[in-house]
């Protein structure tokens, strides 16, 4: 399949840090950009997404950014709190539009 | 409604058992997926059905066969179980395509075998 690096794969904060991870795609075709969040025994959740129409896009403390010419697009989490420590998943939809690429994650403690 | 529900939960086969993993939604959504979830190799795709009577091959669809019985259900069968293949699967469903509506996933099996 086509794709997607996520970078960093493990990322540790204090409480009250922002915490940013990246992805990159290789799929010029690829016009639909989720991410999810996955708690330790849990099934994925979306938290945010992102079509390629759009540069930005927040939902309270945390934003998705896109840049569709070097193809990455990121997620910003701020004010982080302990709650939010999970495993974060980008995805990117493929050529065909029936399916998502998912990087390999990001698993983000937020330490008190 | 329970959304997306997968059985069993947990599973043990041998090597050479064969099993069939069920999922149903109840959303009345077009679009259902098979992913398989692997220590830091996040989710890959097995298999997906874009609609009912349709199935097509994801990224790793070798040792495995799907049946999408309607629009609610759609199974995972492995016929020849081998080692490689314990993991975590996942089932999910979309409204219709990826690219344009969010995937909901179901709590996923357990699949360990020796």
């Known amino acids: 399949g086509e794709n997607v690096e996520q970078h960093p794969s493990t990322l540790s904060v204090q409480e009250g840090d922002s915490a940013v991870i990246k992805c990159t795609y290789s799929?010029?075709?690829?016009?639909?950009f989720p991410w999810y969040k996955q708690e330790l025994g849990k099934r994925p959740q979306l938290i945010i997404d992102i079509r390629s129409n759009v540069g930005e896009k927040k939902d309270q403390r945390i934003a998705v950014t896109l840049n569709k010419t070097a193809k990455h697009f990121s997620l910003h989490i701020t004010e982080t709190q302990p709650e939010d420590s999970a495993v974060y998943f980008c995805?990117?939809?493929?050529?065909?539009?029936?399916?998502?690429?998912f990087g390999k994650g990001t698993s983000l403690l937020v330490t008190p | 409604n329970a959304g997306v529900t997968q059985t069993p939960k947990f599973q043990v086969l041998k090597t050479g058992q064969s099993m069939t993993l069920q999922c149903a939604q109840d959303?009345?959504?077009?679009?259902m997926y098979w992913y398989r979830q692997d220590p830091g190799m996040g989710l890959r795709l097995i298999y997906y059905s874009a609609s009912e009577g349709t199935t097509d091959k994801g990224e790793v669809p070798n040792g495995y066969n799907v049946s999408r019985l309607n629009k609610r259900e759609f199974s995972l069968r492995l016929e020849s179980a081998a080692p490689s293949q314990t993991s975590v699967y996942f089932c999910a469903s979309s409204m219709d395509r990826a690219a344009l509506y969010e995937q909901f996933f179901g709590p996923g099996t357990r699949l360990t075998v020796l």
């Open positions: 799929d010029s075709a690829s016009n639909y």
């Open positions: 995805a990117a939809s493929n050529s065909s539009g029936y399916a998502l690429n």
């Open positions: 959303m009345n959504h077009n679009s």
